[in-house]
């Protein structure tokens, strides 16, 4: 009988792999980043790339200077091939030049089978990517390798789409299973995978769970650090020491222990993810409503005019540059031209976006926060013609003035509830419709969550009580029996 021999081996395997280049990098960046930010990109650019000229900041659009560098380009070849002593050696220069450009294009990025198909691939790939990862991304990789069959996955991606900024859920399962048409069971089931996720703590719905979920992935059961969260929460936050203590039959220096132990976790692990929000802002699109028309303005105060400097291109075109000095400046030239580019990208996509928001919350901008309606990116897209994420990285840290206010773009994406004419109504419309009614309400009776219920009820609008109170919370108003005026 032959033996079988283990052991390691080497071996040699081609494969081709996409690679996010540096350039398409930055331009996930310039998409990504806010007028603000966009500055900053753009300031660290001039640094680094002596080719790229800028002018005065002013409101002109970023158009412009590509139209200007287009004709000064445009004027360089009619001067070029003017009679002259050295205009055919320049034009020849230019030619040879712009031969070579393309070839090492072309043996710099190892395309020299690059065709069309090559290019959906790189485009498909390019709107795929996203920057930074997000909560919802961070949880449905581990979704996808929890092994939940297609309806568990489907309920705990609706129950993933469903957590505030601090990874809470802070919707009744009953209200998550009527608006989605999934069974509480499978829900209840998708919970109880969602809150084991890493961060520790998703999922949970008040604060009190989120610790003891936390303290549950280091502690025991019946530890004290977990008896002390899950028996005697409220006390705990009114720091009432020595009741804790009697409570749990331990010492006062055990209890204070203990606490500290407690403020190791994280009350909102969902924070992480999310932008920081104590920062400067600025319209990035202004949108206002006169006469009956609307009027779309990108706010380029923050971005200088670019263009390629003139006396490099003409540096190239004499020929002056040898070897590795010629080849850093056309290299420079070529990313400077890639930048400008890009910003245009960015210009025009927020431009575009922002119609095909305008033209579904036409209602909004007329009339207010009442009219919003439900958005989706995958509406927005396919609209524009992009991958949604594309959009999802257009819209972010981006915000638009609005004839109602300073709005973050996000703010235009909202699910909703059907309404009495069988149009959508956004939740922030079902917010104010609430706040509405209870303005109105007379002050020795004032309207219950569940009298609201009945008057939404009445418009068509299927809303749990719930609901209605977590809504009236958000918004600070008081209980019906504390808003009652004798």
């Known amino acids: 009988m032959s033996s079988i021999s283990q052991g390691f081996t080497q071996s040699q395997k081609m494969a081709q792999n996409m690679v996010l280049a540096p350039q398409l990098r930055q331009s996930l960046k310039i998409l990504q980043s806010s007028a603000l930010e966009l500055q900053t990109v753009i300031a660290e650019e001039l640094e680094v790339n002596p080719t790229l000229d800028d002018s005065p900041i002013d409101s002109v659009s970023i158009e412009e200077p590509l139209a200007d560098q287009k004709n000064q380009d445009e004027q360089s070849d009619n001067h070029d091939s003017s009679p002259s002593d050295e205009s055919s050696d320049e034009f020849e220069i230019l030619r040879q030049l712009d031969e070579d ?264 901008f007329k009339e207010g926060v009442s009219k919003l309606r439900p958005l989706t990116m995958t509406q927005v897209a396919k609209e524009v013609g992009v991958h949604e994420t594309t959009v999802s990285r257009a819209i972010a840290n981006k915000y638009i003035k609005t004839p109602h206010g300073l709005f973050e773009m996000k703010y235009f994406f909202t699910p909703g509830y059907q309404g009495e004419d069988g149009s959508a109504v956004s939740n922030k419309s079902i917010k104010d419709m609430i706040s509405a009614m209870i303005d109105r309400e007379p002050p020795e009776k004032p309207l219950s969550d569940q009298k609201i219920v009945n008057l939404l009820n009445e418009k068509n609008i299927t809303i749990a009580r719930r609901t209605v109170a977590k809504y009236r919370e958000s918004m600070g108003i008081l209980p019906a029996k504390l808003r009652r005026q004798y």
């Open 101 to 364: 450009s393309r070839e090492f294009y072309r043996d710099s990025n190892h395309t020299n089978n690059y065709d069309s198909e090559d290019e959906r691939r790189r485009q498909h790939f390019f709107d795929s990517m996203v920057g930074e990862t997000s909560l919802q991304q961070h949880l449905m990789e581990q979704a996808k390798l929890s092994g939940l069959d297609d309806q568990g996955l489907q309920a705990m991606e609706y129950l993933i789409g469903s957590l505030d900024n601090k990874g809470f859920l802070t919707s009744p399962l009953s209200d998550l299973s009527l608006h989605s048409n999934l069974p509480l069971r499978s829900l209840q089931k998708a919970l109880e995978q969602l809150q084991s996720f890493d961060p520790p703590g998703i999922g949970a719905r008040n604060l009190q769970e989120c610790l003891l979920l936390q303290l549950r992935s280091h502690h025991h059961e019946e530890s004290l650090p977990v008896r002390l969260v899950r028996d005697t929460f409220d006390l705990l936050m009114r720091r009432r020491v020595p009741e804790i203590a009697r409570k749990l039959q331990c010492s006062v220096d055990d209890v204070q222990e203990t606490l500290e132990k407690i403020s190791e976790c994280d009350p909102a692990p969902g924070r992480r993810f999310s932008d920081d929000e104590n920062r400067t802002v600025t319209a990035d699109v202004i949108v206002e409503y006169e006469e009956g028309e609307f009027t779309v303005t990108l706010n380029n105060d923050f971005i200088p005019r670019l263009r390629i400097s003139p006396t490099y291109k003409e540096m190239l075109a004499r020929g002056r540059l040898k070897g590795k000095e010629r080849e850093f400046i056309r290299e420079k030239i070529r990313s400077g031209k890639f930048l400008i580019s890009s910003i245009e990208q960015r210009q025009q996509t927020l431009e575009r976006i922002t119609w095909v928001i305008i033209r579904y919350q036409e209602n909004f």
